[in-house]
């Protein structure tokens, strides 16, 4: 049985190490790990991390022992323009993605690309980053240059990857870089400005190139799905419907649906900001003339999925500031869920939640664009049970499509390697081949989930039992 006729997995430019290699600029990751402090775990860094910036032709040898039909990766914008703007050009940079590209076409892989992967050049952090509105120029410049450089082979794109996450973990809560917390006020500025960005690039790339290139443009979300704990609670159900509004809902409403947020974040914030003494919102508002701008900017529905949570009401009685404080929820896993640290083994969220995005947003074309379980320790090349919970997730994905009929188009896979998870460091392991650290060449070796992974390829499906 199966699927889809397209599959791929994903590994991301902090993975390709050469922080400082051939004119790149220093990003804002390179300068949170070089700063210490037990931010990140170990206080290890990506200065390295699975080297493909020296080791590209051996990510493709596992490309095509996997027989991979599509390939997703990410530019490193300060390698491309150290200092974030199109006054220097990295020619260098230009060059290694052009071989990026042209080998993964040579081998009849389509690259699928995203511009900006949490990696934001140290320089226009200086000047603001998200939080000023400077930064939406910045990346519809960038933007524009990846368009005009690559998009003559490069036809499927993803502007900002999770930018609902990034929002909140670097300008709300603080714990990615910048590393400056701003409770309340600082995850809903960057999450503005990230969907002015993201729609100003996507009209940049209608009025400009899609004419001639004839790609197709969105970003990516990160969603969990959510239950009520107590399924029979009036309140813990409209605090599971708060939960996806204020993570997934709160930037695919603007895209897909009016060019706004949805009433309840509006409505949430607004009165807890009247609670808290200020004077409006703590939310920004778009304008009529945003709000036309930003309707209708997303060609495919990207969203990415790993857990499931339960969800029960929890007043905010105190007024306590804060972006997460705003939901007025308590977050649970179920005691019953096989859990692998922060990832709840639930494979039957993932239909549910393609099964909301197809009825709340008009049955989009969808992709997942990332999936996927970590390594519990002691790690394991033969990962047996890791593999039965993709297995698990694929028959979800077949009766989502055949059954519910979702419209899902392409499922990716995270991670090809193992590689540097952020502030997890190298704890986690998601790849679907073994990276060796300790080497200084940065062996890859093929999981047992990677050649199980090469039949669902190769026979387009899970086989029958």
Known sequence: MFLVQVTHSLHLEENTGGWDADGKGPC???????QGGERVFKNQTGDVACGSYTLWEEDLKCIKQLGLTHYHFSLSWSRLLPDGTTGFINQKG??????????LLFNGVTPIVTLYHFDLPQALEDQGGWLSEEIIESFDKYAQFCFSTFGDRVRQWITINEPNIFALLAYELG???PGVPHLGTGGYQAAHNLIKAHARSWHSYDSLFRKEQKGVVSFSLFSPWVEPADPDSVTDQEAAQRAIAFCLDFFAKPLFIDGDYP?????QVASMSKKQG???????????EEKRMIKGTADFFAVQYYTTRLVKYKENKTGELGALQDVEIEILPDPSWQSIDWVCVVPWGIRKLLKYIMD???????????????QGDPVSLDDTQRWEYFRQTFQELFKAIHVDKVNLKLYCIWALLDN????QGYSHRFGLFHVDFEDPARPRTPYTSAKEYAKIIQNNGLEEP
């Open 28 to 34: 804002v990751w390179d300068t949170f790990t070089h």
């Open 94 to 103: 230009i060059d290694y993605y052009n071989k990026i590209i042209d080998d």
């Open 175 to 177: 714990v990615f870089p």
């Open 263 to 267: 009433e309840v974040v509006k409505s």
């Open 278 to 288: 200020y004077p409006s919102s703590r939310l920004p508002e778009f304008t009529e």
């Open 360 to 374: 709340t947003y008009n049955n989009p074309v969808i992709y997942i664009t990332e999936n996927g379980f970590p």
């Open 420 to 423: 540097f998870e952020w502030t």
